[in-house]
């Protein structure tokens, strides 16, 4: 088995470091075998079937013209659960599991209602579901692709979630409140889509990544609002944040009549979480 280890390393070697190689080359034999990579490390394998050989191949072509490996798989590791993730959603990253722990941390043994807006593949949603074990939680989302895919991930999470499609941009009526509101709505300008991650800008979707140069703020300022309506008094906001937008974020908040605003930085020290309570 080691040639052919050595053969994803080769094949792979223009586009991925050293490290990168190593941990793709054990994902995809995972992936292709069957097998645990401890299983193939003591020989339950040597080598691959004519089918398997065939779905290898597949697999390094897609990846040797850049899209992300999440994707090629159709899964990704979030909170220590598996989440089916494909071109509709981001890939769910490290920066909001940060984000997850925090509202865990603060609410997890707690009755209470919570909703995600703009819940993608449903990563903060499912995990908030089947980690605060006393909570309803709801979540909303434009895209019909991004829902099947989080309702999928419900199910495989066992998790109780309710999913509707909802465009926050639109006027609409809601009777529910909540104790928790959360979001990682898009926020990176038109502007800023040089400065990115080909593989990101190239293989993942637009319309949960952009918002116009003229108002990077266009999510917050319209979530902030329906918060304002949808928060029980002493109801909690929670953002995911661009590192370089803690400071304004917070000063809308407190503009917006909420208080107690608080800005976190992840494991990196960028500026990364606020939480906000309705007064």
């Not at 220590?80 to 959603?89: A, L, Q, T």
Request: net charge neutral; glycine share 8%; with cysteine.
């Amino acid at each position: 088995m080691q040639h052919i280890i050595r053969y994803i390393r080769q094949e792979l070697g223009e586009r991925y470091s050293l490290s990168e190689r190593t941990t793709l080359a054990r994902i995809i034999l995972e992936e292709v075998s069957g097998l645990t990579f401890a299983g193939i490390a003591t020989g339950k394998i040597s080598n691959l079937s004519d089918s398997q050989a065939r779905e290898l191949e597949q697999i390094l072509s897609r990846l040797k013209k850049g899209e992300p490996f999440q994707y090629v798989l159709g899964k990704t590791c979030f909170y220590g659960m598996e989440f089916r993730v494909g071109p509709s959603v981001l890939i769910p990253r490290p920066e909001t599991e940060e984000l997850v722990e925090w509202i865990i941390a603060g609410n997890g043994c707690e009755p209470c209602t919570v909703l995600d807006i703009g819940t993608g593949s449903g990563c903060i949603a499912v995990t908030l579901a089947v980690k605060m074990t006393q909570a309803r939680v709801d979540a909303w989302e434009l895209s019909v692709g991004a829902l099947q895919l989080a309702e999928e991930n419900a199910r495989r999470n066992h998790a109780a979630v309710r999913f509707s499609q909802r465009d926050i941009l639109q006027r609409f009526a809601c009777e529910t409140q909540y104790d928790l509101i959360v979001s990682n709505p898009p926020y990176i300008t038109e502007a800023e889509k040089g400065s990115m991650e080909p593989t990101v800008a190239a293989f993942e979707p637009g319309e949960a990544l952009f918002v116009p140069d003229r108002d990077p703020l266009l999510f917050y300022r319209r979530i902030a609002e329906l918060a304002n309506g949808l928060l029980k008094e002493g109801g909690r906001l929670y953002f995911e944040i661009h590192r370089s937008r803690g400071e304004i974020v917070c000063r809308m908040l407190r503009e917006k009549g909420f208080g107690e605003v608080e800005l976190r930085k992840d494991l990196s020290g960028n500026d990364r979480m606020v939480r906000a309570v309705k007064k």
